[in-house]
């Protein structure tokens, strides 16, 4: 599905595009069920195992930022995740061996979908070694007004970067305090049915949606199947074989050199992503939490 080319490019910058990676017929499947989910949280009044909601989240007007674990939700999910064209490009980047770490599908409704701070995913999840990346499956078309992913290119070969505050972890890079300048990032766009594929210690983000348009982002973590997590560990293994997705079965961690910091103590606002920034001091993308319907477009706050 991608060339020589394309993994030189992932290995030297962190980071693909794949376009019409996800045919027309399971993007309509996948928006279906999606539409059905949000419905339902209608009935939800505070965050719970299924869903993230959005600040201005109302009953009468269901807000959600995320949807959590959708492959155990719907099949359509685990079909998905599971498809020889997701699992061609990430043995490609990761080996013949790959395992799910987990799934996520972040929301960011037109005109207030929320924005996600500069952060390394390593920083939430280190393993024993680093082949480990994210999938974006972009759901919708994924321009620079809607809040697409933002990365720094190369920074998945530097260091891991303090994502704590006042002591404890918060999920998010202090801008100030970070030397790399952000007016370098890229923008990973595209048409719906292309996936992005980001390393583990790329340093990404996203702004606040303060456009007309929709962007649903569905996210695979996959990592090689030698990549053992090193802070929850393996606590049942015939639970943790069942997440391989390819490849054969081992209890032989491969372990390299990567720079770790433990996301300990955790953040007072435990959680998704969304809870832990909270926490932090400083932010990079503006936030308006009571954006309504007709919020109007706002700059990146420095």
Known sequence: MISQRDVAF?????????PDLVDPGTLAALRRVIDAIVARAATVTTHDDVYDLEPSHRPDRPRVRRIKKPHVLDPVFDALMRSESLLSVSRQLLGPGVRLYG???????????SPVEWHQDWAFYPHTNDDVLAIGVMLDDCQLENGPLMVMPGSHKGPTYDHHADGYFCGAIDPDACPLDFSKAVTLTGKAGSCSFHHVRMVHGSAQNTSALPRQLLLYEFAANDAFPLLS????????DAKILCGPKTIEPRVVAAPVRLP????????SIYENQFGSRKRYFA????????AKALAPAK
């Open 103 to 113: 799934s996520k599908l972040n929301i960011k409704a037109p005109e207030y979908g």
């Open 233 to 240: 560990g393996v606590k049942d293994l015939a639970e943790f």
């Open 287 to 294: 936030f308006d939490t009571a954006a309504a319907p007709t």
């Open 264 to 271: 300990l103590p955790p953040a007072h606002g435990q959680g």
């Open 10 to 18: 992932y290995r030297e910058h962190g980071y693909i595009v794949v």
